[in-house]
Every structure is written in C-alpha cells, then in structure tokens.
C-alpha cells in the first residue's frame, strides 16, 4: 500500500517538543518528506530524505524514520511553528508521489 | 532568487477544458523534473503529476490520468498542465513544485480552477 496516515491534530504548548507522525508500508522502502503549510500560504519543505533539513529551515524542525514510520520533531515549538503539516513519499514503483491527510499543529 | 509564478487559472464549466503555466527563474530549469500538486478547498495536499527534467518521461495520479496532460518548454523555462474532461471534484489551488523523486523544494504560490457551471 501506498497511503500514508498521519493524526489529523497534535497540540503542545510553546516551548514543548511536537512530534508528528507518518505511517505506511512504503516507508520502510522509500524517504519521507515533510512540508509546511501555514494558513493562506504555499507550503515549504522542512525535512527531506527521511532526516536532512533544507538551508534557512530552524535547527528545531528534525526528522526520524524506523520501519513503516517517519517522525517530524519540532523541539522548542514556537507560536509561529502553528500551521499544517504534511507527509509524503513515492509510491514503491516510484511512478507517484503520495501525500499524508496533513496534521494541524496548535501551539498554545 | 530562485521563483515559480503559477497563471492560468479561473472558471470553467463541467466538461471544459484549461491551461494553466508555471514560469520559472533563477535556477537551470532543464536541470529539474517538475510536478503539478493541488488541493481542494479545506483539504489536504494531492499530488496530481510530475515530468522529468528533458521532459521525456511523464506521470500522472490515478484520478487525472486520461485527462490532464503535462508538458514543458525548456527554451520558455515554462511548465504547463492541460486540463481537460474537468469535474467539480477538480476545483482546487493548482501549485506547480521543482522536483519529484527526491522531494519538492521550491513551490509557487498557486493558481485557483473553480469548475462550475
């Protein structure tokens, strides 16, 4: 399967680590990305190949996968890390790319 | 500075057809495949389909094949999608992204197709 599940909400207090997840078989085979969407605006990526950060992404946004799921951490969650955060892969023929359902972060 | 700038969009009837481009600046565009990725209004992110760099290899996501068509002028730095046959269920931001295998890194800041009668 290519689908890939991630919760719809997670909420942490400002300061607080944030930890989002990303589960589907093809993980174990193929990286994840995860993408930054705040509201009204484009999304950006923040991590990619599994664990590598783009340049100009804060050192707080890290990420993780073992077996079927990928983690997204955000250490020391800011009010302006609010926004929804996406998944997603290549399918296993590498033909499609496959997004999560997105997760809404509340920093609060 | 490295930009998309999506055009194109508007309103368009069941069964119509539309263009929509994506111009692009400040890198070798030859050099990247390219996607397509939409979402509907208050949902998620669908990735719609990719095109690689010589433009010789196309692909598409199940609920559009048939119907869209990706394409790119290298000499225009330009990237088009043709949409045709359209639904309701394809009303939606249209963003244009660089890349496909290895990640999308650079997003445009979309383009809205409302299919309505």
């Known amino acids: 399967s290519s689908e890939l599940t991630q919760p719809p909400s997670v909420s942490v207090s400002p300061g607080q680590t944030a930890r989002i997840t990303c589960s589907g078989d093809?993980?174990?085979?193929?990286?994840a990305y995860w993408y930054q969407q705040k509201s009204g605006q484009a999304p950006i990526l923040v991590i990619y190949?599994?664990?590598k950060r783009p340049s100009g992404i804060p050192e707080r946004f890290s990420g993780s996968s073992s077996g079927t799921v990928a983690t997204l951490t955000i250490s020391g969650a800011q009010m302006e890390d609010e926004a929804d955060y996406y998944c997603?892969?290549?399918?296993?023929?590498?033909?499609?790319?496959?997004f999560g359902g997105g997760t809404k972060l509340t920093v609060l | 500075e490295v930009q998309l700038l999506e055009s194109g969009g508007g309103l368009v009837q069941p069964g119509g057809s539309l263009r929509v481009s994506c111009a692009a600046a400040?890198?070798?565009?030859?050099?990247?495949?390219m996607s397509w990725v939409r979402q509907a209004p208050g949902k998620g992110l669908e990735w719609v389909s990719g095109?690689?760099?010589?433009?010789?290899?196309?692909y598409y996501a199940d609920s559009v094949r048939g119907r869209f068509i990706i394409s790119r002028s290298n000499f225009r730095n330009t990237l088009y999608l043709q949409l045709n046959s359209l639904r309701a269920e394809d009303t939606a931001v249209y963003y244009c992204?660089?890349?496909?295998?290895?990640?999308?890194?650079?997003w445009g800041q979309g383009t809205r197709v409302t299919v309505s009668p």
């Open positions: 992204a660089r890349g496909f295998i290895d990640g999308l890194d650079i």
């Open positions: 400040g890198f070798t565009f030859s050099d990247y495949a």
């Open positions: 095109i690689s760099g010589s433009g010789g290899h196309t």
């Open positions: 093809v993980l174990s085979k193929k990286y």
């Open positions: 190949d599994d664990t």
């Open positions: 997603d892969s290549t399918d296993i023929s590498g033909d499609q790319r496959v």
